[in-house]
Nanobody, 123 residues
Framework: QVQLVESGGGLVQAGGSLRVSCAAS????????MAWFRQAPGKEREFVAA????????YYADSVKGRFTISRDNAKNTVYLQMNSLKPEDTAVYYC????????????????WGQGTQVTVSS
């Protein structure tokens, strides 16, 4: 069992930066692929970024590539999403998720989810 708690969301102006974090409970965090998804008002949840258990491979949605960076610190049981050059369309609730299997873009493949953290980008 893994519990995930996101933090670090907030209000930022367009062009600004924000880092959200996801702290995981449990001693097996390093065995999980981790991902960030987001859900904007009135829209379906979408994939943002993912990272393998070792951190050796990272994957991004086209919409955030070059602006967002996913990373993890297995010693701290934490995964991060550094968001730069933020745009109003990045406004959403950001969720972290953990997968016992391989890293994937599909949300149904993820076994554990956090409660989400709100990110609002003003124009």
């Amino acid at each position: 069992q893994v519990q995930l708690v996101e933090s670090g969301g907030g209000l930022v102006q367009a062009g600004g930066s924000l880092r959200v974090s996801c702290a995981a409970s449990g001693r097996t965090f390093s065995r999980y692929a981790m991902a960030w998804f987001r859900q904007a008002p009135g829209k379906e949840r979408e994939f943002v970024a993912a990272i393998t258990w070792s951190g050796g491979n990272r994957y991004y949605a086209d919409s955030v590539k070059g602006r967002f960076t996913i990373s993890r610190d297995n010693a701290k049981n934490t995964v991060y999403l550094q968001m730069n050059s933020l745009k109003p369309e990045d406004t959403a609730v950001y969720y972290c998720a953990a997968s016992r299997g391989v890293v994937t873009f599909e949300e149904y493949e993820y076994d554990y989810w956090g409660q989400g953290t709100q990110v609002t980008v003003s124009s």
